[in-house]
């Protein structure tokens, strides 16, 4: 039969997800769909029998849904417990599903795509949201050790008191000439009309500079980065990544993340 996976969320008409995983059906030869479904916050707990009574193989959550969906999985993955959300359940074969998280993991395959696997680099992680979490977990787990500096100091001493490791301070703090690798997921920043969230007159040149958002494709702070001469890296590789790494949970095979990243920043207007 064939097999029919989903995305989740409110709003969810933008996401790409369903083009992305199409593309990768087809390219692959494998007999499957992937279709977007609105689902408000009080229809969750219906939407998820849906799923399961409709028989569905897997489905990606996104915005708002990733923590509240936990009560309703029969299963997590060890990194989704730890980050406290899941972006991807898995119908497993007796029928039960389980969740994970791939979103940190994503946006680490897709930093290391560029600055290769730097676990002694110096790194600064701006901001300590839901997005920032998983990136610090999955970067912990794979052996770096980060500062975090928010707005708000104690939600990034919070993260760094669970992880055992690393600096806390305030985003006022941060001194762009002390980092290798600096990583953007604050909601500031996105519009030229707020100030960046750090001052990156000082950053350099040998640094790396990445952003969560991938429309705009290059954001004011990715630019301003840019203009010191530094490697920017935008979402498009965390989202293809993050969305790599849900199909090989869902059917074992992994499907190629370079031309996608490719054919999606060409979508969004190129570089
Ligand atoms: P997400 O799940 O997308 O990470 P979130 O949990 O709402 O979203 O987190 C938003 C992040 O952007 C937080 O780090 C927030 O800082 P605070 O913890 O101090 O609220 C940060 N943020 C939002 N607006 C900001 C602004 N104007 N300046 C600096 N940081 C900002």
Redesign the pocket.
Known sequence: MKKWFAVIGDPIAHSKSPEMHNAWFAELGIDATYIPLHVTEENLAAAITSLRVLGSSGFNVT?PH?EKIIPYLDELDPLAKKMG?VNTVVRLADGRLKGYNTDGLGFLRSLEMVTGHKPEAKVVL????????GIAFAMAQAGYTLTIA????A??QAIIDELGHGEAMA?SDVDASAYDIIIQ?????LSAD??L?IDVSRLRKEAFVAD?VYNPLVTPFLRAAQKQGATIINGVGMFVNQGAIAFNHWLDVMPDTKSMIASIEEQLGGN
């Open positions: 915005i990733k959300a701006l901001g300590a949201g839901g997005a920032a979490r928010n707005r708000t100091v939600r990034a985003l997921t604050t909601s500031a920043g707020f100030a969230p969560i």
